[in-house]
């Protein structure tokens, strides 16, 4: 079993950054792919980030491709997500998920494990 849990939300105004970790325990995750979520109130779960744990490969959403970085720390099992020139249009709950292999497709479905979420809000 995984347990996940998100940290670093909060209210930042237009352009400015936050810095989001996720916390991973339970077992080993050499095979992972970890991933970050978010959901806006009325709108479908969006991809937004993923990295595998033991090669770090990063894949992003349009949305976000070039102001988000995804990294991994191995040695406290954490997931951060570095958000610069945040937009109000990037205000929603943040989701941390993992799956158990490797590959590409960031469908929400495909994850089976994730945390309760952490609100980011982006005032202009």
């Known amino acids: 079993q995984v347990q996940l849990g998100e940290s670093g939300g909060g209210l930042v105004q237009a352009g400015g950054s936050l810095r989001l970790s996720c916390a991973a325990s339970?077992?080993?995750?050499?095979?992972?792919?970890m991933g970050w979520f978010r959901q806006a109130p009325g709108k479908e779960r969006e991809f937004v980030a993923a990295i595998t744990w033991s090669g770090g490969d990063t894949y992003y959403g349009d949305s976000v491709k070039g102001r988000f970085t995804i990294s991994r720390d191995h040695a406290k099992n954490t997931v951060p997500l570095q958000m610069n020139n945040l937009k109000p249009e990037d205000t929603a709950v943040y989701y941390c998920?993992?799956?158990?292999?490797?590959?590409?497709?960031?469908?929400?479905?495909?994850?089976?494990?994730w945390g309760q979420g952490t609100q980011v809000t982006v005032s202009s």
């Open positions: 998920a993992a799956r158990t292999f490797t590959g590409s497709g960031f469908s929400p479905r495909s994850f089976g494990f």
């Open positions: 339970g077992r080993t995750f050499s095979s992972y792919t």
